[in-house]
């Protein structure tokens, strides 16, 4: 590749670790870290460098392996409850566990089974076989034999193994060295001040924080500006500490995307774009020796690189396996497209509904860090395949245990604040719960409910030709004999957010039809959007009317976020929201928030502490506190 090659291609994950590592190789980089010899003690973590052996033998000798007395086997024979046989002092020796055996003897009979007479002899009756309860010489481990294999990584059984093998010092690869070279001229250190435009650089600690969780030594470099010259340099230098740099941004085809052009005019690209979502514009190199990555900038992308790129790549300096997470196979709650082409990397919460464990697409955005914070697994869609349908077995790489996924309620639905309150209050009460919501829309939450991929559905969906919220779309979705039973959370104010001071002084739903306004509508199957129409239709206005009104958001935070950056000028959502973000609120109607569940739900120990926690007057304080919520129902069984 020349050094003013532009972004290039779609190569497979596979394809693109085999090609970088003959890459590495034809550039001379190491394919191992170096070996070093540690204490036995300090070795865990780390990866052998040859062949463990065992100086001797655990145990080292015949011992006993209970409290009691050690006897010949030939002298017990008869002995039973009838007929118990007698021996005399002479004839037994008294042990205690991890005594050697004394010579003649070869077998141990436990204490509490042995009657000492008052002349000293004990009695016994039962009679034993030899070697009872005895743990013979290399029983656990015999000197000579192999005790763990070259490229074993050591866990504390390990070690302690080691050390019962007369094993002192361990001959162990060194903890491979990671730098990570931050750049870009928007980039500040965490703590700093930020001005418009300006990006906290949060990559270099994550991507520090993967490297050492990974058994790796990491350091970071200063904050490089966009100059190619000067990347080359701080990139030159940092081969020299490292047996892989971690090159972060200026990975795509911008105009300041200058990490191919660099790695390839000071060394060789082996791939420049893989078929990865999110991820798509890695670069694989290597220079002076020493492995590159240049890191998309997004922060799922780098931190979804890492994973794919650079923790197999590490393994492979130790002489180790790749670390692998366990999997297992789940339904997802609602359908989930994928472009054809690329891997898709979709991070999911899990939960346990009606004995299936059930997987939720978390939102795709390679900018929304917080979906790998609340993600409970990872889903590749493959590249071949244009996604899967709602219920459809996928198989999910796991980020938590099962028996913690167990303890997950499992929300899907509208978005209230409400909930991610409850989740907290959950988690404080009891560090097992957790209460996990999907911001899908009502329509898609009742949806899920019927389909048997959520324990709650939340709802607000005002019904236009009856006046009611809810209960006539639980009537038409789930059948009007349903099993279903529907509790008040909150009563919710709903207005217009916008900015402060209301600049456009806008009073109501009537004035969205204002040339100068921009409006950010929630998605379609949203409660919140079912108002906007239902509003829209009493005033007479056609929904094409309203400038904006086909730009979505999935939560209200994300509608006052939108207004607060000055991207929108007005949006329907809840007063809270409008409160978190400092903006005003014009009023337009006061709702009824409800959780629609499975009346066998009600009684599940699984929910218990939910339905427990809506009746605490202080949790109610916590809800009103927010502004714009009234809990006078909340709790009360409407349906």
Avoid at 164 to 182: D, S, W
Wanted: charged residues 20%; proline residues 7%.
């Amino acid at each position: 590749m020349s050094a003013e090659s532009p972004f290039v291609s779609d190569v497979p994950a596979a394809q693109a670790l085999s090609v970088w590592r003959a890459t590495r190789a034809a550039a001379g980089c190491p394919a191992r870290v170096g070996v070093i010899r540690v204490p036995v003690g300090d070795a865990v973590g780390r990866v052998t460098a040859e062949p463990v052996w065992a100086r001797r033998s655990s145990p080292a000798f015949d011992s006993a392996a209970m409290d009691g007395i050690a006897v010949r086997a030939d002298d017990t024979v008869g002995a039973a409850e009838t007929s118990p046989v007698l021996l005399a002092a002479g004839d037994f020796a008294v042990v205690d566990t991890g005594d050697p055996l004394p010579d003649g003897y070869d077998a141990v009979v436990m204490r509490e089974h042995v009657h000492r007479t008052a002349a000293g002899e004990a009695e016994l009756r039962a009679a034993v076989p030899p070697y009872q309860h005895v743990r013979s010489i290399g029983e656990d481990i015999s000197a000579g034999e192999l005790l763990l294999p070259e490229g074993h990584r050591l866990r504390p059984v390990d070690v302690a193994a080691c050390a019962a093998a007369g094993v002192v010092e361990l001959g162990v690869r060194r903890a491979p060295r990671v730098v990570i070279v931050p750049t870009g001229d928007e980039i500040r250190p965490i703590g700093a001040e930020l001005a418009p435009g300006d990006i906290l650089d949060t990559n270099s600690m994550m991507l520090a924080a993967q490297a050492r969780e990974a058994g790796c030594e990491a350091r970071v470099t200063e904050i490089v500006p966009d100059d190619p010259e000067v990347i080359t340099t701080v990139l030159r230098e940092a081969t020299r500490d490292a047996d892989l740099v971690l090159l972060i941004a200026g990975s795509s085809a911008g105009r300041d995307d200058y990490t191919a052009r660099v790695v390839a005019g000071a060394g060789v690209v082996a791939v420049h774009g893989v078929a990865v979502r999110p991820g798509h514009p890695v670069v694989l190199g290597a220079v002076e020796e020493t492995p590159v990555i240049g890191v998309p900038g997004y922060p799922v992308s780098a931190a979804l690189t890492f994973d794919i790129f650079a923790a197999p790549t590490l393994a492979e300096l130790e002489g180790a396996a790749p670390r692998e997470r366990p999997s297992a196979t789940a339904h997802l709650a609602r359908k989930l497209p994928s472009a054809i082409g690329m891997d898709d990397w979709v991070r999911v919460r899990l939960g346990r509904v009606q004995d299936r464990l059930v997987a939720t697409p978390l939102p795709r955005g390679a900018g929304v860090l917080t979906s790998l914070v609340r993600a409970d697994g990872l889903l590749v869609v493959p590249s071949g395949v244009e996604g899967h349908h709602a219920g459809e077995q996928v198989r999910v790489e796991l980020l938590r245990g099962l028996s913690e996924i167990g303890r997950t309620i499992v929300a899907i639905g509208s978005h209230d604040l409400v909930l991610d309150l409850a989740a907290s209050a959950l988690r404080a009460a009891d560090p097992l719960i957790t209460l996990a919501s999907s911001n899908v829309g009502s329509l898609g939450g009742l949806v899920a409910l019927r389909d048997g991929l959520c324990h709650i559905a939340g709802s607000h969906l005002l019904d236009p030709s009856t006046g009611e919220y809810t209960l006539p779309y639980v009537d038409r979705l789930l059948g009007t004999d349903a099993d279903v039973a529907v509790v008040r959370l909150v009563h919710r104010d709903q207005g217009l957010i916008v900015a402060p001071g209301n600049p456009l002084d806008l009073g109501g739903i009537k004035d969205l039809t204002r040339p100068d306004l921009r409006y950010v509508n929630r998605q379609r199957g949203a409660g919140t959007r079912a108002l906007l129409d239902h509003e829209l239709t009493c005033l007479g206005i056609d929904p094409a009317e309203v400038p904006g009104y086909s730009r979505e958001e999935h939560t209200h935070l994300a509608v006052a976020a939108a207004v607060a950056a000055g991207r929108a000028d007005a949006g329907l959502g809840i007063l809270a929201a409008a409160r978190a973000f400092g903006l005003d609120f014009v009023p337009v109607a006061q709702e009824p928030y409800d959780l629609v569940v499975r009346t066998s739900a009600l009684s599940d120990e699984l929910l218990a502490p939910l339905w427990e926690l809506l009746e605490k007057p202080g949790f109610r304080a916590e809800v009103e506190a927010l502004g714009g919520y009234s809990c006078a129902e909340t709790g009360r069984r409407i349906r």
